[in-house]
């Protein structure tokens, strides 16, 4: 029997996404910037006593919602809760994004920009970083006078890692009178620079985090939007009621609770990923500057048979070949025992061409 269903064509032009993250469970993973460490222990108490009346109600939000908004330094108004930051960047195009609209990206950077572009139906106007991962300040600017309705801008960047200075965000903030500024801050407690305080100043800001990394909650699915009042009550109508699931706001509100775990991790990650940078650089394997628990390298053409036989020792990296170029691959910063065991391995399977 044939069936015929109205789907719209912009699902039609796209490929369905599919994540590689299957099988990894016993494996080495630096290939989701994921915390290989795991959550703090504070987290699985506060799962334990969980009720089986409360897993049976749904959530409610007031009161996590002021815990996690003192976390962020914010007002409770002045935050939304989202399963997940991938759901946190979707609701800007729920908000502001009709189909044949534009939205402005900087590639490389996180796909998943691109992803809910295609899916809405967008316009995607692309500006590339330069050839040493330089962000694209001055096309930037050049391009906001066209009033796309999006600029999507990962600080730090994923994959480069590389960060935007304020001077320069402020520069495009001042540029964007027609635009909505979505500052995607995964990655903020490595680089120790957030712009959630500017939200009074500039209400085309939108800042968009996450409890995935640092806090290691990424099986739990629990994003953040923090915008001026009057912003966010716009994104607000974009929500259905209950985005949230109760055990993710439970071990968020352990996981701030217990910041020593986090800062603990984030230090760790600071010391290893300059080692294991200067490492990288007595193989002659260039990596670049870094603001995240991740490192951009580049093998050159002989990266990629290194990577797989890598994956076949259980090592998973993120291999950005196709991305950036042959040989460019993103490395999650893992413990430093971790990273010695992957080190090892270059040392032995990499054969450089001469």
């Known amino acids: 029997m044939k069936v015929y269903l109205p789907v719209r064509q912009a699902i039609l032009n796209r490929r369905t996404y599919e994540a590689p993250a299957e099988g990894r469970s016993n494996k080495l993973r630096l290939d989701f910037n994921e915390n290989t460490s795991g959550c703090s222990p504070a987290v699985r108490r506060a799962l334990a006593q969980l009720t089986v009346k409360q897993i049976a109600m749904y959530p409610e939000y007031q009161a996590p919602t002021q815990r996690l908004a003192r976390y962020f330094r914010v007002r409770p108004e002045e935050l939304l809760l989202t399963n997940g930051g991938d759901d946190a960047l979707r609701v800007f195009f729920d908000t502001f994004v009709e189909a044949d609209s534009s939205i402005l990206i900087c590639e490389p950077t996180f796909p998943m920009y691109r992803y809910y572009a295609e899916i ?15 962000f694209p ?20 960047n994923n994959p480069t890692g590389t960060l935007l200075p304020p001077q320069s965000i402020r520069k495009i903030l001042n540029a964007a009178t027609h635009t909505a500024v979505v500052l995607d801050e995964a990655y903020a407690e490595f680089s120790g620079f957030s712009v959630t305080s500017w939200i009074h100043k500039y209400p085309q800001l ?7 990394k640092v806090a290691a909650l990424a099986a739990l699915r629990l994003g953040a939007v923090i915008a001026c009042k009057a912003s966010l009550s716009l994104v607000r109508r974009a929500m259905p009621p209950f985005p949230v699931n109760l055990a993710a706001l439970v071990a968020a509100e352990a996981a701030i609770n217990d910041r020593s775990t986090m800062q603990r991790y984030v230090r ?9 940078a200067a490492e990288l650089h007595k193989l002659n394997v260039k990596s670049y500057p870094s603001a995240g628990n991740f490192l951009l ?43 010695q065991r992957v080190l090892k391995l270059i040392r032995k399977e990499w054969k450089p061409r001469a």
Do not use: H
């Open 137 to 156: 300040l001055d096309d930037v600017l050049a391009a906001l006078p066209r009033k796309p309705r999006v600029l999507f801008i990962a600080n730090p």
């Open 206 to 212: 939108f800042v968009a985090r996450t409890f995935s």
């Open 297 to 339: 390298a580049n093998f050159g053409p002989s990266g990629p048979p290194l990577f797989q036989k890598l994956e076949k020792r259980g090592i998973l990296l993120r291999d950005k070949s196709k991305d950036i170029g042959p040989g460019f691959v993103r490395i999650t910063i893992g413990t430093s025992s971790e990273m």
């Open 120 to 134: 809405y139906g967008a316009r995607i106007s692309v500006l590339r970083y330069g050839r040493q991962m330089e």
């Open 268 to 276: 760790d990650i600071k010391r290893t990923r300059a080692w294991f």
